[in-house]
């Protein structure tokens, strides 16, 4: 029995079916984003690109850890980097992980706050 998604341009999905595939795959990303630091760092790339120095400040880690988590996004596909002078610059990949991570987020500081939950 199909699931209806919510109309809004920012949730609406792929006309096509999911699979195994596309479900060990989405898996894999909220493995990724499971961890506090990679989803304040990605989090932070949804409002914008940054450099290692602007995350590290911004998620309140050690500079190596950020570049880990960093490297294991780049891996896994979520953000990319590109050179800016001696600067590397992150950004991320694509929309969707954009709003996933923004909705996540969200819905934390619902379920933090105690407001109520809306569409």
């Known amino acids: 029995m199909p699931v209806s998604e919510p109309s809004s341009s920012a949730t609406r999905s792929h006309t096509h079916p999911s ?3 596309q ?13 506090p630091t990679r989803l304040h760092l990605v989090w932070s790339l949804a409002r914008g ?7 590290t400040e911004a998620s309140g880690a050690a500079r190596p850890a ?9 891996l896994a596909g979520l953000v990319q980097v590109r ?18 991570v923004i909705e996540a987020v969200n819905h934390a500081d619902h ?4 407001a109520p939950p809306h569409d």
């Open 19 to 21: 699979g195994a595939a």
């Open 49 to 55: 690109e940054a450099d290692v120095n602007t995350l």
């Open 66 to 74: 950020v570049s880990q988590h960093l490297a294991k996004l780049r």
């Open 111 to 114: 379920t933090v706050t105690g």
């Open 23 to 35: 479900f060990a795959t989405a898996a894999h990303v909220f493995s990724l984003l499971s961890d």
């Open 83 to 100: 050179k800016d002078g001696r600067r590397s610059v992150y950004s991320l990949h694509d929309g969707h992980l954009r709003r996933l």
